[in-house]
């Protein structure tokens, strides 16, 4: 049996468990849930009660999740005295899969961020982020309906590895003095430096998960998006290495663009999917003006992260976007945006990022029947015209709803 420093786990319910290449999921499975800073409560709380009656009127009492609360950020440091402990990383690791509110990252010094640190420790390496309309939602766009993209960002190395160092610190004259003599370049004295790398364990693994995900879910197209031209040695490796990997591992299933024309005359051959790939500034301009003809997307992690809240935008903002951190086998799922400290503790925001996100984990889980009924009662919501703030100053005749109304009117619409 498990021992935490400070955390009791639940008497009722089981642990989900490693079969071979699957995830084995008890009826009654044990999910940690860390409820998360400023306005994190407030969206966990109205979460809970979606996730929980969707999978009771899905399966009558025959499953239900076991909620195990655990702690990162402010609670963790009323708790433990500090922002992420142990207690935490082991948990997720033990119980497989779990999910988690925003959490307070400080901006330039202070402590690392919170979620950078869990994926990495974790080794959570695909940031998976699904990006839908549901009609109704208010878009700056004229056909939002248009986008329906899966985004696989890499989640461990890039800029986001976290190796930077100070201007003016030791290490970082002494790098500069050093690659300036060394190799003759001419790199400022007072620059701050910062290291990129982009390996070929991380990309192909990334890119794996991406066809993999292509082919199981009859997607037609996986897009490799990289600024290979200017970092040709890491993105433009990423690229290279994306093609590689399609090519070693699924051969009898994908074609490349460029062979798509030169022997297909563009007509895609039954069962396969196109691998492309497209540079990622010419990326923002086409997912904006020919949007339907990108479907998932493999990304190195700076680009991804832009990405993403670029094709939320289109579909409502952030607050509707979902996302989850997987690994081989451990999954943390998470709302996408920021805790909003100035609406913390009002029950004002909408939960629909969080609650989207859980949709994800109960179709991780393989419960897919309750991720429908949500996912339907959210829509049947706003088609209502039912919502939270952010959309009511967006909508013509919208009736406003506090968060937790909100939820209690998704599960109305369950029926
Ligand atoms: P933010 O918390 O995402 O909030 C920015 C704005 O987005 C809010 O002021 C609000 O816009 C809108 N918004 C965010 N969540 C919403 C929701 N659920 N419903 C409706 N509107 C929502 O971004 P931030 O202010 O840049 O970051 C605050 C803190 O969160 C920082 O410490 C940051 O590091 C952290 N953060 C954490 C995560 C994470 O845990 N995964 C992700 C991003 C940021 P209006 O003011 O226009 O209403």
């Not at 499975?29 to 709380?45: A, K, T």
């Not at 009492?61 to 963790?76: E, L, N, Q, R, T």
């Not at 990129?196 to 879910?217: D, F, M, N, Q």
């Not at 949500?374 to 706003?382: E, F, V, Y």
Request: aromatic share 8%; proline share 5%.
């Amino acid at each position: 049996m498990i021992e935490f420093d400070k955390l009791t786990v639940p008497t009722e319910g089981e642990k989900i468990e490693i079969e071979g290449d699957k995830l084995k999921i008890p009826d009654f499975p044990i999910i940690p849930c860390i409820e998360g800073d400023g306005i994190g409560p407030d969206i966990m709380r109205a979460a809970r009660g979606v996730w929980d009656s969707a999978v009771e009127k899905a399966y009558k009492g025959k499953k239900k999740i076991v909620w195990f609360d655990i702690y990162a950020g402010d609670s963790a440091n009323a708790k433990y005295g500090e922002v992420l402990p142990q207690d935490t990383f082991k948990a997720i690791e033990h119980f497989i899969v779990a999910i988690k509110g925003p959490l307070t990252t400080p901006v330039a010094g202070g402590y690392r961020s919170l979620n950078v640190t869990l994926r990495q420790t974790l080794n959570l390496y695909a940031c998976v982020r699904p990006v839908k309309y549901f009609k109704g939602v208010p878009s700056p766009v004229k056909h939002p309906e248009k986008m329906d993209v899966m985004i696989f960002r890499e989640n461990t190395e890039d800029v986001y590895a976290g190796i930077e160092w100070p201007q003016g610190s030791e290490i970082t004259l002494e790098l500069i003095h050093y690659l300036n003599k060394k190799y003759n370049l001419n790199i400022r004295e007072d620059s701050g430096i910062g290291i990129k790398p982009i390996s070929i364990t991380g990309t192909k693994r990334l890119v794996r998960k991406a066809i993999k995900y292509a082919l199981e879910h009859g997607r037609k197209s996986v897009t490799l998006d990289h600024k290979g031209n200017i970092m040709k040695y890491t993105e433009g490796a990423f690229r290279d290495w994306g093609y590689e990997l399609a090519k070693e591992e699924f051969s009898d299933k994908t074609v490349t663009e460029a062979e798509l024309w030169d022997k297909y005359e563009g007509k895609v051959p039954d069962g396969k999917i196109v691998i492309k790939d497209r540079i990622a500034d010419s990326m923002f301009q086409q997912i904006l003006t020919r949007t339907d003809e990108y479907d998932v997307i493999a990304t190195p992690n700076l680009n991804g992260d832009y990405l993403s809240d670029a094709c939320a935008a289109q579909v409502g903002g952030l607050g509707m976007a979902p996302g989850g951190n997987i690994g081989d086998f451990i999954a943390l799922f998470e709302a996408t945006h920021g805790t909003a400290p100035k609406y913390a503790n009002q029950d004002k925001v909408n939960p629909s990022s969080l609650i989207l996100s859980g949709v994800m984990m109960l179709e991780y889980l393989g419960w897919d029947k309750a991720g429908n009924l949500i996912n339907d009662a959210l829509g049947k919501t706003i088609m209502q015209k039912r919502v939270t703030y952010d959309l009511h100053r967006l909508m013509e005749g919208a009736t406003k709803l506090k968060t937790s109304e909100f939820g209690t009117a998704i599960i109305e619409n369950m029926g």
